[in-house]
């Protein structure tokens, strides 16, 4: 969603807009080297990587956009704040489950996407539907080759039930795909 939306707007980011996958990340005090690195920010050994990362920021027109933050939100808001406090035209989009709680952060909540009803089970109807394609173009990213067939067709569509259509969740399915390939779970 966010890759989406920074390539909708990038022409408005004249330094650049910058996606940080963060689901790799465990620790929070980390958050700050990562984006570092996505950014091409150099550590200092005289100043924090927060500090770095503000100084080298400060007067770009740039916006990290860093996804998948749910479990490091004390850390990404930390080093948000931070940013912000010390940058002149720093922008950042994030996504998580949760706000930041930020002054001027402006949240804006996804609906699920639509999920097949119980009798929509043909391909071609499952390829019209929102959380089926979603999840047949990150199982494909996770599993390259995945197909949406007759046999898998029906545990799909139950898993983008199951989850409700909510894109994180369905995101996170289709990332186990490459473990349950040739499984019954998934056809």
Not at 8 to 29: H, K, N, Y
Not at 55 to 76: F, I, M, Q, S
Not at 79 to 102: M, Q
Request: aromatic residues 4%; charged residues 20%; hydrophobic residues 45%.
């Amino acid at each position: 969603m966010a890759v989406q939306l920074a390539n909708e707007v990038i022409s408005d980011f004249p330094d650049g807009l910058w996606f940080v996958d963060l689901v790799p990340l465990s620790d929070a005090t980390l958050v700050a080297q990562k984006v570092m690195a996505a950014v091409g920010v150099r550590e200092q050994a005289d100043r924090s990587a927060q500090e770095t990362l503000g100084k080298r920021l400060r007067n770009e027109a740039l916006t990290p956009a860093l996804g998948y933050c749910e479990h490091l939100l004390d850390g990404v808001a930390t080093l948000v704040d931070t940013l912000l406090r010390t940058t002149v035209e720093l922008n950042v989009l994030t996504t998580s489950r949760e706000a930041l709680r930020l002054a001027g952060e402006v949240v804006w909540h996804v609906a699920p996407l639509a999920v097949p009803d119980d009798h929509s089970l043909s391909l071609e109807d499952l390829h019209q539907c929102d959380a089926t394609r979603l999840f047949i173009n990150r199982a494909g990213l996770n599993l390259p080759g995945f197909e949406l067939t007759a046999e898998n067709a029906q545990s799909v569509a139950e898993i983008c039930r199951q989850l409700d259509g909510l894109p994180l969740a369905i995101e996170l399915a289709a990332a186990r795909i490459a473990s349950m390939a040739g499984s019954d779970e998934i056809g």
